[in-house]
């Protein structure tokens, strides 16, 4: 899946989520908000991860309030 493709997905389901495409090598700020989505695509322009959904999931798994 492109990056493009995936922020289209991610729009549909929550179309009021700020959606970011970065280079998998990207510099970022850390800072964690649950209204932001972070798509990280290597040189090809394919997904390699999304951010939120890892952050989200870490949480879940440690029984954290999200």
């Known amino acids: 899946m ?9 729009n549909i389901a929550d179309p009021t989520l700020e959606v970011q ?8 700020t850390m800072d964690y908000r649950e209204d932001r989505v972070r798509i ?4 090809d322009g394919k997904v390699v991860i999304s951010l939120i959904w890892v952050e ?3 949480l879940r798994d440690n029984n954290a309030v999200i």
Do not use: R, S, Y
Request: avoid cysteine.
């Open 21 to 28: 495409i970065l280079d998998e090598d990207a510099m970022m």
């Open 56 to 58: 989200k999931k870490i």
């Open 40 to 43: 990280f695509v290597n040189a």
């Open 2 to 10: 492109t990056g493009e493709e995936a922020e289209q997905e991610i």
